[in-house]
């Protein structure tokens, strides 16, 4: 099934992939070795495809990274950030060993040695303001969202399906806990009430809307353009008895209308362009009440830096991770103040852990749904993602805010934290 | 005693006021209207030299506000956001009623319907980045800070001397118990383990300093520019056994030097000029470990402002509260992430509360070592700051950071809440 979407993933395998291009030359040896340089001397040896070994000064590195034909050594020294990701998915590079820990290893230093001057050079072009329009945000969710709800099925939590950060207060706690325990943080930083009336942009299978509705008796209007998504909500709402409460609109945020006591929005933004900033905190600003709260969860960045190129090209097209200085464009313009900002990005960490576990036991079922390179295209998108969160390299936000003439703020937040567990 | 300072408030006397100005004239009753108009009508009654009174079209004003003379009205006019303060604390102005209420009040009606055109027009010039040279920070400093402790001692807290918000997750809390609870969040906030090095970027008194030394066994370096304070510091220090922890540098942040476990700086940012941001940014980053956690306490803002025009000229020379995204600048640069923000800007108006309500019981003291009109300059700063932390004009953000590296965060912010009392 869906064999059609794995288009987008072809890439071109190798003309002499049979022989392996041949013998390794010193030409080769000397570009590998100007690669490790230019990559901070990672601790990892290259093994080329007559079985030549480059070696790094490091002691006793514990991966491999295998190159299987000159061309995928060409064509990683040419642009490594999209082209690692593309020669991984085609298995004409391996890594041997732990691939979430070589890739913390990368990103620890690429941002603690800086980048390479053309990199920064690239950086103006890269950080140029983006704006989505509505056909081209409904193309970019599509390709993503679309893939199929029982392939997300597979490695989501069951109960909820949450594509979001889960919250880990204790360590312990399985993916289904864990992504209660983030909805109701979530709610408990709205201070939501029985009657509060909430309208959710971007609500992927609809799992918040249905946790406020039923543990907190709020009723939900809840926007998401993703069709198969938005099927699915409707479908677990009705059968869960909880179809007079929640409204799931097949929608584009813009189109929020009416008024609300709360306004939410978890793992929404980083789809919306930052030009659309401005207009999203116009959207909030109408149809919040004045006495209203609101809460944005999000993956965010320490400075301006797009999204990997080859996760933006092959898995989130249009994806963009704002830094805190970039969402104030939404709070800027608007009559709110920001009460409260937590950075949960240990926690993403974690939830990718466990969405990878899951994936690997499911791994040969993905692979019929689609191919195996579909299969090692997100086996590296999980691993990367999780060492991206893991090195500091994303960040995870949830930002809390309310009119600022709004005086109906808890003296501290130990309302958030009084031991009573999640339902 | 210190009369001398007290030039900074001569304001010229009006040379009609025994007169008071003779039978106000219709011109003087269309200049009130217009007056009226443009602060939005707000619910006050102007009574004229004459006793003549406008009232506004809104019922039942609880507020009059005494114009006494005719120059008084039209420097009013000329600049209400300079001019009003001189001429309260001259009396040329009186306000009966509710002081403080008036003024949240008048911030309310500013925010909501917008400042009047040429005042948008002005933004430009004024929001334009501040620059504070070291000799030019000192002058300031001194300016405020230098008044004499036996000032300031007449309505802080008498243990710690915080002149900065307390934190009251207690509505019932005590000002020396709802400091103590400030610098306990802080401390918290910080994870300050025994044994920890501290530097911290503007010490005030240092009770902070002093805090973290005897309840947490940390070992701090403080750094502050005013003579007064830094003696005073010593001295407690000295007093308290604990002078063998706590160092008191009386020189600049700038030219902190070492590294530490810990960086904090409670409210001394209002007075870096945001063109320094980057700069502090860079001292941070030079004095923190690695494994480093850092907080800054600052007044803010929800969009870029200056500091009420007559404060920043009589009261707090070159102090600006920023917005949290001129906050990043500090960040952005730097291999920090933010952690945690949280805004305490109700917590600031009950301090302002409780900081009135005792120098209203000493103002006569206050009178006798400064003049009249020095009480009802500083009595206007009170209470037209507690205003403005009550109307949402003002914010008070914590901002918590660490190393982007630095996974040693714990998985929630329980332990800020666990119910232990503060020492």
Redesign the interface.
């Known amino acids: 099934m869906r064999k059609g979407k794995t288009a987008q993933l072809s890439i071109p395998q190798a003309a002499g992939r049979t022989a392996g291009g041949g013998i390794s030359r010193p030409l080769d040896h000397w570009l590998v070795r100007r690669m490790l340089a230019w990559m901070h001397e990672p601790p990892v040896v290259v093994r080329l495809w007559d079985g030549t070994e480059i070696r790094p000064s490091t002691p006793a590195p514990e991966v491999t990274m295998e190159i299987r034909d000159r061309g995928a050594l060409l064509t990683l020294l040419l642009n490594p950030d999209l082209n690692f990701g593309d020669l991984y998915s085609a298995g004409r590079i391996e890594i041997h060993g732990d691939l979430t820990g070589f890739l913390v290893e990368m990103y ?1 230093r690429l ?2 040695r800086g980048d390479a001057p053309f990199l920064r050079a690239a950086r103006a072009w890269i950080n140029r303001p983006r704006r989505n329009s509505l056909s081209g945000s409904q193309d970019n969710i599509h390709h993503h969202y679309d893939l199929g709800n029982d392939f997300y099925r597979l490695w989501l939590d069951g109960e909820h399906m949450q594509y979001t950060c889960a919250y ?4 312990s706690l399985t993916l289904e806990q864990a992504q209660a325990a983030k909805m109701d943080h979530v709610c408990r930083k709205l201070r939501l009430r029985p009657g509060d009336t909430v309208v959710e942009a971007g609500c992927g299978w609809g799992g918040l809307a249905r946790f406020m509705a039923r543990h907190y008796g709020a009723r939900v209007r809840a926007f998401n353009i993703s069709r198969e998504q938005v099927a699915f909500a409707r479908d677990r709402a009705a059968r869960e008895g909880l179809g007079d409460r929640v409204e799931y609109v097949q929608d584009d945020y813009r189109n929020i209308e009416g008024h609300y006591d709360v306004f939410v929005s978890v793992g929404m933004l980083e789809h919306v362009g930052t030009l659309q900033y401005r207009e999203l905190g116009e959207v909030i600003r109408r149809s919040l009440r004045r006495d209203g709260r609101g809460l944005i969860h999000t993956i965010g960045r ?3 830096k797009p999204l990997n190129a080859w996760i933006e090209k092959r898995i989130f097209p249009g994806a963009y991770p704002p ?3 970039q969402m ?1 464009d939404i ?3 608007t ?9 949960l ?3 993403y960490a974690r939830t990718l852990h466990h969405w990878r576990e899951r994936f690997e036991q499911h791994c040969e079922r993905v692979g019929e749904m689609f191919d195996e390179q579909f299969v090692r295209a997100w086996r590296l998108y999980l691993h990367g993602s999780e060492a991206a969160f ?4 994303l ?1 995870l936000f949830q930002v809390v805010f309310a ?5 109906d ?1 808890p ?4 309302h ?2 009084d031991g009573r567990m999640p339902p």
């Not at 880990?168 to 360590?171: E, F, H, I, M």
């Not at 009559?335 to 950075?343: A, I, Y």
């Not at 893991?390 to 390299?393: F, I, K, P, R, T």
């Not at 009119?403 to 005086?407: G, K, P, Q, S, T």
């Open positions: 620890r941002n603690t880990y207060p204790d360590a320490n400075r301006p830094t805190l200085r104030m709070f800027e313009n009559p709110f103040s920001v009460l409260d900002v937590e950075n990005r240990l926690h893991s090195a500091g390299e960040q009119h600022h003439h709004n005086n703020i003296a501290s937040r130990a958030l934290y």
